[in-house]
């Protein structure tokens, strides 16, 4: 940021991006943050923790799509940028009902976007210049690579699989046309998966670290040979942080630590941090509850980040996988008041249509 402090209007930052990115810009900035989020099933107060208090921290109940609210806060607030978060994230949910995704991530990606040109045209010169809107997307647009296939660059041919990755590139698209035909000084960021605290239950390391912890099965789609490229939400934060200081307006930035993983190492992993923390289980008794399950339709194979261009900026990955697992877990076993209450009237057995509250084991996978 510059001297002065600026205003930033996160979106979706109750959830779990956007909560570590609200957290990391007011301990690592000077920023006033103005969060704006629906509180979905994902969303979660509680995921901001004593962050809720911060006196340059103003939470905002309500949509992304309902442009009165939306009008309203950029002309009090005055942001310098908007750093677009609010999504339905779920790849299962979208194939279960992609009715949502179409509303949020597409038709709510476009009301944002007209409510920011209309506050970006009518603004001052010099407000003009520094305004940014970041968008925050995802890989999985890109759809799915061989195996012996060079990872995803920025120039990629958009192929999306899942209602959930066509849904984020309509709204990647939808950024980009603002940005050429209007000039709307816009930088979209494309992610690998994301892990760490504050994930809700029911993606793939979360889900798997609270039935190992509790012995329950650990079913995996597939043969579980899916390749996922594992980035740390801390590192995913900084990297936005980074291209919002100096990436090019217009331009695309992948961001990605290199780490690829199948979904059963992933799971090995986690099984291992488990062992280390359950009294009396022995070393590798936890992996005895991997169970393969039928596949999930069009599961992608293999998604990987070509982040050089991201690194041109100066941003490094600074969080290993192993060592990042291993702390994810412990922070999982460690604090049962926020799984509590995040998944309070959840029931994740129902995840893979088992009926509710089946003592059976959804299935999952890594996005
Ligand atoms: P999440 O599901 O944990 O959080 C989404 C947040 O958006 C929630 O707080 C929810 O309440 C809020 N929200 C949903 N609809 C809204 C609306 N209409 N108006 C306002 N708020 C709304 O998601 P996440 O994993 O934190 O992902 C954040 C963003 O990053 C998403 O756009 C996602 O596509 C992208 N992304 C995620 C990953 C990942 O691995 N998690 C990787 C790459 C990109």
Known sequence: MTAAPQTLLVTGGAGFIGSNLVRMLLAETDARVVNLDLLTYAGRLESL???QDHPRHEFVHGDIADAALVGELLRSRRPAAVLHLAAESHVDRSIEGPAPFITTNVLGTGALLNACLEYWSEAAAG????????????D???GSLTAAAAPFTETSRYDPSSPYAASKAGSDHLVRA???TYGLPAIVTNASNNYGPYQFPEKLIPLMTLRALAGLPLPLYGDGLQVRDWLHVKDQCRALITVLRLGQPGGSYNIGAGAERTNRQVVESICQAVDGIVEGRRDGETKKLIRLVADRPGHDRRYAIDATRV???G???????EEGVSRTVRWYADNEAWVAAATRGFDLGRRAGLGPNSG???SASGG
């Open 49 to 51: 923790g004593v962050v």
């Open 127 to 138: 407000e003009r210049g520094r305004f940014r809107f970041l968008h925050v997307s995802t």
């Open 140 to 142: 999985e647009v890109y």
């Open 178 to 180: 603002f940005a050429r």
């Open 311 to 313: 690194r041109g900026l």
């Open 315 to 321: 941003w490094r990955p600074s969080e290993s996988f």
């Open 360 to 362: 059976a084991a959804p």
